[in-house]
């Protein structure tokens, strides 16, 4: 049913000389958002290519109020560029290179043109200092994602983030190091993505302490 609704309104928009209402544009983003993350690949390439359009055919005066979706898709599209189903990550990077553009994000938008994805996640750090906890709590949810290079691609990014919160927690390091050592039948791959996890979430535990009133418990989200 998501699918046919999804086609339903692609098809709505190859007409010529369509444009979509500021209300409309703000609504629909965020429902297609929402479906970056479904379980069905398929769902996911139609949603991205919708979400492309939506940029393009929203009147003027709406383009200013859809800014604060795409800003909160900058680090989805990223990790899904990542995605395992190559239509998936096809579609995030074009997805992606197009939302850098519509935000003016130049620096970004040359470092997904040029596929430095690792460039592109410390520029986006860089770039949005004051939003590095929300950053942080965006990623959180891709450490449960079935696909292991998603789930890497979060972690890598939550290091980063969490690297500041870190430096002045310099215990953290030190109770890393002391994690539990792991079942003998894991796979070393498994058991470096664990103890990953484990540090980031710590570093992500800091991070939103000092910039939100949000508690998180870690062991409520491994």
Same mark, same amino acid.
């Given at each position: 049913?998501?699918?046919?609704?999804?086609?339903?309104?692609?098809?709505?928009?190859?007409?010529?000389?369509?444009?979509?209402?500021?209300?409309?544009?703000?609504?629909?983003?965020?429902?297609?958002?929402?479906?970056?993350?479904?379980?069905?690949?398929?769902?996911?390439? %139609?949603?991205?290519?919708? +979400?492309? !359009?939506?940029?393009? *055919?929203?009147?003027?005066?709406? $383009?200013?109020? &859809?800014? @604060?979706?795409?800003?909160?898709?900058?680090?989805?599209?990223?990790?899904?560029?990542?995605?395992?189903?190559?239509?998936?990550?096809?579609?995030?990077?074009?997805?992606? %290179?197009?939302?850098?553009? +519509?935000? !003016?994000?130049?620096? *970004?938008?040359?470092?997904?043109? $040029?596929?430095? &994805?690792? @460039?592109?996640?410390?520029?986006?750090?860089?770039?949005?200092?004051?939003?590095?906890?929300?950053?942080?709590?965006?990623?959180?949810?891709?450490?449960?994602?079935?696909?292991?290079?998603?789930?890497?691609?979060?972690?890598?990014?939550?290091?980063?983030?969490?690297?500041?919160?870190?430096?002045?927690?310099?215990?953290?390091?030190?109770?890393?190091?002391?994690?539990?050592?792991?079942?003998?039948?894991?796979?070393?791959?498994?058991?470096?993505?664990?103890?990953?996890?484990?540090?980031?979430?710590?570093?992500?535990?800091?991070?939103?302490?000092?910039?939100?009133?949000?508690?998180?418990?870690?062991?409520?989200?491994?």
């Amino acid at each position: 049913m998501v699918s046919v609704s999804l086609h339903v309104f692609t098809n709505l928009l190859q007409n010529k000389g369509i444009l979509i209402s500021s209300t409309t544009a703000s609504k629909l983003a965020e429902a297609l958002l929402e479906l970056f993350d479904h379980d069905n690949s398929h769902v996911q390439v %139609l949603s991205l290519e919708l +979400f492309f !359009k939506v940029m393009d *055919l929203v009147v003027d005066e709406g $383009k200013k109020p &859809l800014e @604060k979706t795409l800003s909160h898709s900058l680090l989805p599209l990223f990790l899904h560029c990542h995605d395992e189903n190559q239509h998936v990550a096809k579609a995030s990077r074009e997805t992606l %290179l197009r939302v850098t553009e +519509f935000l !003016k994000r130049r620096k *970004l938008k040359q470092l997904v043109k $040029k596929e430095q &994805l690792s @460039k592109f996640a410390k520029c986006l750090l860089a770039e949005d200092r004051s939003r590095a906890a929300e950053h942080l709590r965006r990623a959180l949810p891709y450490l449960q994602n079935p696909q292991e290079p998603l789930r890497a691609a979060a972690i890598r990014f939550m290091e980063m983030a969490g690297e500041p919160a870190m430096a002045q927690k310099e215990e953290l390091q030190a109770r890393s190091e002391g994690l539990q050592a792991p079942r003998n039948s894991a796979s070393s791959f498994s058991l470096d993505i664990e103890n990953r996890t484990q540090l980031a979430l710590k570093a992500l535990e800091v991070g939103l302490s000092s910039g939100s009133t949000e508690s998180l418990s870690q062991e409520q989200h491994l």
